[in-house]
C-alpha cells in the first residue's frame, strides 16, 4: 500500500451556504488525537511527497488543528527531500494575514472556491468584493501555489465565461471549472452550456496569443491515451473528522445513513483509530471495490461506454449525478451530454492551438 495523497476532512462545518454543495453541514470537528494517531497509523504507507490535503467544511474553522498538523509531519520529516506537499480547499473568508503568512511559509497549494459572477448569488450574499480582496492579496504571494475552483449550475451557466473572464483579471494563473452534477441539467441548459464552453475556449485563445499562457485547466493539455480509473481508494484515501477512512469525500458523503447496506461495507475502510495488523489484508480487499470505477465498466441507459469512441477521454465520478439511486456504474444522459460538450471544446481548443485556423464560435 503507497498513498499518494490524503485528505483531512478537519470539520463538517462551513459558514457558507453553497447552493450546490454536496455536503451535509455538521458541527463536527477533528480533533489531536484522532489527527494524530491517523499520521501515525498512515505514515509507514505514504511516499516522500505524499500531498495532504485540508478539506471541510471549512478548514479554516479549523486553523489551530491545521497548524499542528503541518508541525508534527515536518518534525518527522525534517529532509527537504522527505517533505510533504500542502494543500488546502478554502472559501477565503479566513485568509487574514496570520493565515496567508503560515501558507506561505509552508510553501501550500491553495485552491480558492470562487464563481465569479455568480459568487453572491450561489456561495454567499455580499462575498464578491471580499474574495476578490482576498485573491489578490494571495497572488502576490511568492511561496503560494494558487488556484481558484468555480462552480456552474444550471441556473448560473451563461456566467461562465464573464466569470472566468474576472477571474482571468485578477491575474489567477490556474483556473478550474466545474459543473454542478448533482443536478440534472435539461436541453436548454445543455444549449446554453454548449455556447458558453465555445465561448471560454475563445476567451482562453485570446488570452493565450496575448500572453502566452492557458489559465484554464479544462484546456491546457490533451487528455492522455488510456481509460480513465477513479483514484479514490486506491493510492488515494480520506479521513472523515471522527477518523473514518473512505476513498474520497463524495463517498463519505454519498453512504452517510447508509450504514446497513451492502455496499457501505464495501467502500468503508474502518477507523483509523481501530485498525489491527489486518489492515493491509481489508486494504487489499475494500480497495478492489473502488478499482471497478473504470470507464470502459460504466454504462449509460442505450449502451456500455466502452463501445462508445470518447472512452477514452472521458471520466464520470461514480457518487455525485442526479438520481442518486441508481448503479454506481450507470451514467444519467445529461452527464454523458455534458462530456460530450467538454470533450468536444478540449479538442477544437487544441486543434487551434495547433493549427492556428479559428472555429465559428460564440462571443463571450
Known amino acids: ?218 484546456f491546457r493539455a490533451e487528455k492522455e491515451k488510456g481509460i480513465w480509473q477513479c483514484p479514490a481508494g486506491s493510492n488515494h484515501l480520506t479521513v472523515t473528522p471522527s477518523g473514518e477512512i473512505w476513498g474520497c469525500p463524495t463517498f463519505y458523503e454519498y453512504f452517510k445513513g447508509k450504514a446497513a447496506t451492502p455496499a457501505y461495507r464495501e467502500f468503508y475502510f474502518g477507523k483509523s483509530t481501530g485498525f489491527t495488523e489486518d489492515f493491509e489484508k481489508m486494504y487489499r480487499k475494500i480497495s478492489s471495490h473502488y478499482r471497478r470505477f473504470r470507464m470502459d465498466n460504466y454504462y449509460t441507459t442505450d449502451s456500455r461506454c466502452f463501445l462508445c469512441p470518447l472512452v477514452e477521454k472521458c471520466g464520470v465520478c461514480p457518487v455525485l449525478r442526479k438520481p442518486s439511486n441508481h448503479p454506481l456504474l450507470y451514467v444519467p444522459p445529461y452527464i454523458c451530454e455534458i462530456n460530450k460538450i467538454l470533450i468536444d471544446e478540449m479538442e477544437n481548443f487544441a486543434r487551434e492551438l495547433k493549427t492556428g485556423q479559428p472555429f465559428i464560435s460564440f462571443s463571450c
Not at 500500500?1 to 451556504?17: G, V
Not at 462575498?127 to 482576498?134: C, P
Not at 444550471?154 to 472566468?164: E, H, L, R
Request: with cysteine; proline share 3%.
Open 1 to 218: 500500500m503507497k498513498i499518494i495523497s490524503l485528505i483531512l476532512i478537519l470539520t463538517e462545518d462551513c459558514n457558507f451556504r453553497c447552493k450546490y454543495c454536496y455536503q451535509t453541514r455538521d458541527n463536527r470537528y477533528m480533533n489531536w488525537e484522532t489527527a494524530k494517531q491517523t499520521l501515525d497509523f498512515l505514515s509507514p504507507a505514504m511516499k516522500k511527497n505524499t500531498g495532504i490535503t485540508f478539506s471541510g467544511g471549512e478548514p479554516f474553522l479549523a486553523f489551530p488543528l491545521m497548524k499542528k498538523v503541518v508541525s508534527y509531519l515536518k518534525s518527522k520529516n525534517r529532509a527537504p527531500a522527505k517533505s510533504k506537499k500542502f494543500s488546502v480547499s478554502t472559501n477565503g473568508s479566513f485568509l487574514d494575514n496570520e493565515a496567508l503568512d503560515f501558507l506561505d511559509q509552508n510553501r501550500f497549494r491553495v485552491e480558492l472556491s470562487f464563481d465569479g459572477r455568480s459568487q453572491n448569488r450561489a456561495r454567499r450574499k455580499n462575498s464578491f468584493a471580499k474574495t476578490v480582496a482576498v485573491i489578490k492579496k494571495i497572488v502576490e504571494r511568492k511561496h503560494i501555489s494558487f488556484g481558484t475552483n468555480s462552480t456552474f449550475t444550471p441556473a448560473a451557466v451563461t456566467t461562465i465565461c464573464k466569470s472566468i473572464e474576472c477571474i482571468i483579471s485578477l491575474g489567477v494563473r490556474k483556473i478550474s471549472v466545474s459543473l454542478d452534477l448533482t443536478r440534472r441539467w435539461n436541453r436548454p441548459s445543455l444549449t446554453k452550456l454548449a455556447g458558453e464552453m465555445s465561448g471560454l475556449r475563445e476567451l482562453t485563445l485570446q488570452h493565450y496569443r496575448k500572453t502566452g499562457a492557458i489559465p484554464v485547466t479544462l
